[in-house]
């Protein structure tokens, strides 16, 4: 753990149960956000699989066929 991590942990034992729930609520959206908007330019730049590939990867787990993952397109 880096010197920044665990003056961050030691700053946050500090705080009251509330202010920690509450943190962790605020971070937890922020990474939500954070991988929406990834998401987001994924798509803008075409990184994207067909549902019908992977479906087709999905239904074939577990057989003796079973395919690649597929790429994006």
């Known amino acids: 753990m880096t010197k920044l991590m665990q003056q961050a942990m030691s700053a946050i034992a500090t ?3 509330e202010h920690q ?3 962790a609520r ?3 959206e922020e990474a939500k956000r954070l991988a929406i ?3 987001l330019a ?3 730049a075409g990184r994207v699989i067909s549902h ?4 087709a ?3 074939s787990w577990g057989t003796e066929n079973e ?3 597929p790429a994006c397109k």
């Open 15 to 17: 705080l009251s149960d």
């Open 21 to 23: 729930d509450e943190l």
């Open 26 to 28: 605020h971070l937890m």
């Open 37 to 39: 908007a990834e998401g």
């Open 42 to 44: 994924d798509v803008e």
């Open 52 to 55: 019908e590939d992977m479906t």
């Open 57 to 59: 990867w999905l239904e």
């Open 67 to 69: 395919l690649p993952p």
